[in-house]
């Protein structure tokens, strides 16, 4: 059975446009679904169940800032109602359950739906129904380049070629005898962040000395890593994902293999890491940092983090304040609350898209000096990120922030 979850759970006859014109109920300007003089529905899928179920607390993180936004007044009077869709991280339940959100559920936009390969596979449907598809939980290049096919679309995060890019050049200044295995999803995601390295190494990237994929339905990655161990590299890249990522990293401990790791940044949140360092090799390890690590002592006095953890005190109570998930769906909903708010009270899709590609503000629960920016014809929302080293259980960044586009 699905599992969904929605802010307030009120009924779906209470959110449906359709429903409350058939009725003559007081609906507002907009004609558009999932609108109504007090509320707008937005949804999205994510894997709250499965393997990649630790990436569908980004969605918990979401739906507790909205929480809180309703209880202080809404956008423009109006309360966000989310509804989530269980997909499992398969791209099949994706595309089912994304069809339920739009012609049942009637919701005004999709937002912060995980995954690459589930959001590519939903792409074309929402943009052919001009169904915003908003600040996508994903890295891949494509939301962002492909904006004149698919308008509707747009992602969020740093791209993972950047984040491929941004590894190469750190190992191009501090390791010039490298000899590079890598593990990756073999699926647009982890294919873009080794096209990414290999980019960035350019005339060295015969350092990468092996790869190997694997497919995220498979139970384990053990004998991918046990391959990679063979070729005598004394660097790892780790492209994986959720229990995948912490596999690789028990692994390599299993076969006492000593490389300096580098680990991408969906699979760097600091409960994830932790959990990893309990049987795996971590210590040292290399990742790329964006949103503020609630993990981190260093954001005690700062706002943001005060906010993320009022929030988390209020509305996930008993949960995990440390999880930097929460963290990362709380800066996504920060960011599509911005949108609602600039959209202005004639609510409509087109009126939404216009402000989404028109954003410039500081989104609280990002590394300072990071603006939310976007126009017309640059839809890279976050084009920053700062290199950060896992030291006695937690990340500690290093060096400035730099270009991740």
Request: with cysteine; aromatic share 10%.
């Amino acid at each position: 059975m699905k599992r969904v979850f929605l802010v307030g759970m009120l009924p779906l006859a209470a959110v449906a446009v359709t429903a409350a014109l058939a009725a003559g109920g007081a609906a507002a300007p907009s004609s558009d679904p999932g609108v109504s003089n007090s509320q707008v529905l937005i949804g999205g899928t994510a894997p709250l169940t499965g393997e990649a179920a630790a990436a569908g607390l980004t969605a918990s993180g979401a739906n507790a800032y909205f929480q809180w936004v309703n209880a202080h007044g809404g956008v423009k009077g109006r309360k966000i109602r989310y509804k989530v869709v269980d997909d499992g991280y398969d791209p099949a339940k994706t595309v089912q359950g994304t069809r339920q959100l739009v012609v049942q559920d009637h919701v005004f936009a999709l937002f912060n739906s995980v995954g690459t390969s589930q959001n590519i596979a939903i792409r074309p449907y929402l943009n052919q129904v001009k169904v915003p598809q908003l600040f996508v939980a994903s890295g891949w290049s494509g939301w962002g380049r492909d904006y004149r096919k698919y308008p509707f679309t747009m992602g969020f995060i740093p791209t993972y070629s950047a984040e491929g890019k941004i590894y190469a050049r750190h190992i191009l200044a501090t390791r010039k005898n490298a000899k590079i295995a890598v593990l990756y999803q073999n699926d647009e995601y982890g294919r873009e962040v080794l096209s990414g390295l290999r980019a960035g190494l350019g005339k060295r990237s015969r350092q990468i000395v092996a790869a190997r994929g694997y497919d995220p339905s498979e139970p384990s990655v053990q004998s991918e890593v046990a391959s990679l161990r063979s070729s005598n590299a004394n660097t790892l890249m780790i492209f994986a994902f959720g229990t995948r990522a912490i596999q690789a990293f028990v692994t390599v401990k299993k076969l006492g293999w000593k490389p300096q790791i580098y680990v991408n940044a969906v699979s760097a949140a600091t409960t994830t890491m932790r959990i990893a360092s309990s049987t795996g090799q971590t210590e040292g390890a290399i990742s790329i940092g964006f949103f503020k690590d609630p993990a981190d002592p260093r954001w005690a006095k700062d706002k943001g983090y005060r906010l993320y953890r009022s929030i988390m005190k209020r509305f996930l109570p008993g949960k995990t304040v440390s999880n930097g998930y929460y963290m990362a769906g709380m800066a996504a909903a920060c960011a599509m609350t911005q949108a609602l708010r600039s959209a202005g009270r004639n609510l409509t899709r087109g009126g939404l898209m216009r402000a989404v590609t028109r954003l410039n503000f500081k989104d609280p629960f990002t590394l300072p000096g990071i603006r939310v920016k976007t126009t017309p014809t640059d839809r890279f929302p976050i084009q920053q990120a700062q290199l950060e080293r896992w030291h006695k259980g937690r990340w500690h960044p290093f060096g400035r922030l730099l270009a991740a586009r």
